[in-house]
Every structure is written in C-alpha cells, then in structure tokens.
C-alpha cells in the first residue's frame, strides 16, 4: 500500500524540498547513489568493470523546467563521455538518458529533447558504446519511441526500455524485437492508472514473462532489467529455448540493489550490466527505489530519527 503513496511523493515539489533537506545520511542515498561527480564516480566504474560486470551510467535528474536546465543535462552527459574516453572501456559501458530531464515536458519539448540527446549519442558513438533511452511515465512514450526512432536512422545501436505493467508494451516489444535493436524490459516504476497499466504484481509478471517470450524469439538484443529471480530464471530458460547465445542477451540490475547477484550471474558467464545513477538531483530516481521495497523507507525513516 506505500508504493503508490511514496510514488505520489516523487512528483511532489513540496515533498521534494522537505526531503532534500532533511538530515538523511548520506548513507542511505549512497546505498543507490553511490556519488555527485564524474571525479566520484570513475573509482566505482573501474571497480565493478575490473569485476567483470558491464555498466549503465545515469546521470540523475528529471522533470527539469527550463530550456538552460536541459542544456546542463546534456552538458552533464557530454562530460562523461569525455571521462568515458579516458577510461577506454567501450560499450562495457553505456548511458541511460530520461529524455525529460533534457527538456521533453517543456514547450517545443520533442524537438528539444531530441536536440538535446543527439550529441550525447553521437558523442557515445564516438568513443564505441551507445545510450539507452529510459521509459518514464506513459504520457510520454509516444515521444521517446518517436526519438528513438529517430535517433536509430543514424546509430541503430540506441537502446529503449519497455516497461511490462502497461497494456501497450506487448505490442512495442513486437515492433522492436527486430534485428539491430537494442531493449529493455522492466515491470515499470512509475504511478500508472488503471487505464493505461495492471495494478497487480502478478499481472505484471505474467505480462513480463509475454513480453519476455517476444523479445527472445525475435530478432533484437534483449536486455533483462529485473532483480526478479523467478524472471531471471525464467529468462535464462527462454533464451536457451530462443537458441540464444550468452552474449545474445543480457542481464540488468540497479547499483545497490541484489549486488551478490550482479555478481554470481556475471560469474556464471552472463554479461551482466548494472545501472549506475550519480548526480545531486538524485530526490526523484531515490524515491521510486524507496517506493519499490517499503523496507527501504523503514530504514530511510530510521536513518532519519538516529540523527
Ligand atoms: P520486484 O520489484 O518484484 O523485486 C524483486 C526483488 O528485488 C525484491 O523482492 C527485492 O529483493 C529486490 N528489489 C527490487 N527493488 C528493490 C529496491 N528498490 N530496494 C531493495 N531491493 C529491491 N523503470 C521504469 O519505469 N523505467 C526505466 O527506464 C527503468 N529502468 C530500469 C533499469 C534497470 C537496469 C532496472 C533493473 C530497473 C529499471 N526500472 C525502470 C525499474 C523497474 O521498473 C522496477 O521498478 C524495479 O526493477 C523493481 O522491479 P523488479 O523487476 O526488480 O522486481
């Protein structure tokens, strides 16, 4: 019952404001977001490459209200990939970008955004690895598939995410499971009504596993984004049924979430590869975590009280 009541929080300003400054330890957000800079973040990514796992940079933020705003969104990203350059690592390690965060929700928004993320794209083309363009709320996904569609006459290689929970998504997966592109598929993160998404856990994974199935036996590049173990099983056993190789497909955790996991599959010789969010503007991306396990915000409010 708390999800939906902490996801209302997400999108609240006054919330937003109240939250940040609250004395939480830095622990607690560092659990998920584990750094501000780029400086911060390179010892991480050099650490969890030298593991053996792949990484998905993000850089967090969203929902931001000026065309200036976006413009540093995409300047953010552009210092990474210069980082990125240094490193050498190629598309061991990529980028997910939310298109609202480089100006999608403003006026002229779709042109922006799409003004905005192209030489972030293209910049990752540049240094051999690409970027993946993360599902938001419904509202906004007719854009983001426009954009990626756009985007792909160019670099075919950019990634897109499809979240299970929404009606719609059986029939994205059967239009993206086509050769060269690159998919995600998640349960979905956000508050959706009852009209657009399921609202039952086990709907979601029945639709999770549909999806699933199309992604295998189609002709992309699947990549598994759940911490789910009776979908990661799942998965394993519908590739071997698609004839797919383990570099055929791949398996996706967020940073700080199930990490013995990330480990253990990488291990086993899947390519694991861990989103990997950093930034100050982290209130949006950490609520949504808070929001998926309410032992989350028990030790958040805990954190908060031993101050
Ligand atoms: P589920 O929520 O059932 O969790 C399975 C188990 O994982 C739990 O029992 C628990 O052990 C652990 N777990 C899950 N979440 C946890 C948390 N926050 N804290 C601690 N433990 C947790 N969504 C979206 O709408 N758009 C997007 O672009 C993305 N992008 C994305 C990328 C990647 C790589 C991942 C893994 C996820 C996303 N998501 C997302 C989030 C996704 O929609 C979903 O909310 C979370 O992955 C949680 O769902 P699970 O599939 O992990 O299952």
Not at 138 to 164: K, N, Y
């Amino acid at each position: 019952m708390l999800g939906p009541v902490i996801l209302a929080a997400s999108r609240s300003d006054r919330m937003r404001r109240l939250i940040s400054a609250a004395p939480v330890t830095k622990q607690v957000v560092d659990r998920f977001i584990p750094g501000e800079s780029v400086a911060d973040i390179v010892p991480i990514i050099e650490e969890l490459t030298g593991r053996g796992l792949e990484l998905t940079m993000d850089v967090v933020g969203e929902d931001i209200t000026t065309p200036e705003q976006a413009a540093a969104a995409r300047d953010a990203y552009l210092a990474l990939v210069e980082r990125l350059r240094g490193l050498g690592l190629g598309e061991r390690v990529e980028m997910s970008v939310k298109l609202s965060m480089f100006g999608q929700a403003l006026d002229g928004g779709h042109e922006l955004a799409l003004a905005n993320v192209r030489p972030v794209v293209e910049a990752a083309a540049a240094i051999g690895t690409t970027v993946t363009l993360d599902a938001e709320d419904h509202t906004t996904l007719d854009s983001m598939f426009a954009i990626h569609e756009e985007l792909r006459r160019d670099f075919p290689q950019t990634g897109c995410v499809i979240q299970a929970y929404l009606f719609r998504t059986e029939a994205d997966a059967r239009r993206l499971a086509e050769a060269g592109s690159r998919v995600r598929l998640v349960k979905g993160a956000y508050k959706e009504p009852a009209e657009v998404a399921y609202q039952q856990k086990h709907e979601i994974d029945k639709a999770y596993v549909r999806i699933l199935r199309t992604l295998m036996e189609g002709e992309g590049y699947p990549m598994v984004g759940s911490h789910d173990p009776r979908l990661i099983s799942i998965a394993q056993e519908l590739a071997r049924r698609a004839g797919r190789k383990p570099d055929e497909y791949e398996f996706q955790m967020l940073y700080g979430i199930r990490s013995d996991e990330h480990l253990r599959l990488a291990a086993e010789g899947h390519r694991m590869r861990v989103y990997t969010a950093y930034g100050t503007d982290w209130y949006g991306y950490f609520m949504r975590r808070l929001a998926e396990k309410p032992a989350n915000l028990r030790f958040f409010l805990r954190s908060m009280v031993s101050k």
